[in-house]
């Protein structure tokens, strides 16, 4: 059995599963959030960047005016937009995210990404400005503090950049929300975060097919992942789903199709055996969410290996394809 909670150093309980809202449609986001509730999942992902959090507010709403859950039983998470990383503006953030949800208070509030732009601007390259990782964070601490949050983290961020953080950090992060999945299994970042107590949690752990932004071998094609689904007799989805629980991790699979989060749910009462799991080391890793767009003079970062601290990999398998043209995926945040 995979567990259906892992708790967080503030003694919080994450939901092991959680429905991811990027790159759903608006129009399709209230039934996406009430009938993933419905199936089961308990744990709601959002973010100021992916511009539906007034849809998602709806939705959590419908669903408490209903009596289908009360707020206690969800874990809202949502993020800092790149352009408040001041500290002055980091409360302003978070309390034009709570009005949208029509909440109270998160369960988890993260830090995006180590990337910021000047307020007021869209995420584009000459936006770009050097981050002030220590001064957001205590204002991050201050908003922990004041209950409006209950627990603080972090996404997109790489070994160096989580050690500088935790060792300056009043309150450590709780969570580091990254990509992985079985062609990005992050081995190092995963041991640091079991050694320091950061739960390290799982965005596009289907590789996110399609969406822009990103390049590399398919996931959900993977001949590990496709052989292992056909002996469990599950889908290459629910493979890669149950494998990153079985690592450890928190998964955020996004769908808007109702069958899907269904089908992306069903994965607690069977597990992968461990000589089909001992598979999965020999698949070779790459980075398929590189960012080429933080990449620029006015950011502080002059290469890939600067962004990601030297953790990443070129190297495509055959029939896999790299593109460096970011405009698409940027067009998603502006």
């Not at 993020?79 to 029509?102: C, F």
């Not at 209950?150 to 160096?160: D, E, L, P, Q």
């Not at 960012?291 to 006015?298: I, K, L, N, S």
């Amino acid at each position: 059995m995979a567990a259906e909670f892992f708790v967080l150093n503030t003694g919080a309980r994450m939901p092991s599963i959680g429905l991811g809202t990027w790159q759903i449609q608006p129009e399709a986001v209230y039934d996406a959030i009430y009938a993933a509730v419905k199936a089961g999942y308990r744990h709601i992902d959002c973010a100021v960047a992916y511009r539906v959090q007034k849809e998602v507010g709806l939705a959590l709403k419908k669903l408490f005016d209903d009596g289908v859950v009360k707020r206690e039983d969800l874990f809202i998470t949502s993020k800092l937009w790149s352009g408040n990383h001041a500290a002055e503006d980091v409360p302003e953030d978070i309390a034009t995210t709570l009005e949208d949800l029509q909440l109270d208070y998160l369960d988890l509030y993260l830090i995006h990404g180590p990337i910021r732009i000047r307020k007021g601007t869209t995420l584009s390259p000459e936006n770009l400005i050097p981050t002030d990782i220590s001064a957001t964070w205590k204002a991050m601490e201050k908003l922990y503090d004041s209950g409006k949050t209950r627990a603080i983290g972090v996404s997109n961020f790489s070994c160096k950049k989580l050690e500088d953080l935790l060792a300056m950090a009043r309150v450590p992060p709780a969570v580091n929300q990254v990509e992985c999945h079985p062609v990005w299994q992050q081995h190092k970042l995963r041991k640091l975060c079991r050694s320091t107590g950061v739960h390290l949690s799982a965005y596009s752990p289907l590789g996110s097919p399609g969406s822009p932004g990103y390049s590399g071998p398919s996931v959900l094609s993977n001949p590990i992942v496709v052989s292992v689904a056909e002996k469990l007799h599950r889908t290459p989805a629910q493979v890669a789903l149950r494998w990153g629980i079985q690592m450890g991790m928190s998964v955020i699979p996004k769908s808007s199709n109702e069958s899907r989060i269904k089908e992306n749910f069903d994965i607690f009462d069977w597990s992968i055996p461990e000589n089909l799991m001992a598979k999965f080391f020999e698949i070779k890793q790459v980075r398929l969410l590189k960012a080429e767009f933080a990449v620029h003079p006015q950011s502080g970062y002059s290469t890939l290996e600067d962004l990601w601290d030297g953790e990443i990999e070129y190297e495509f398998p055959e029939g896999g394809t790299q593109h460096d043209d970011h405009s698409e995926f940027l067009r998603c945040f502006s």
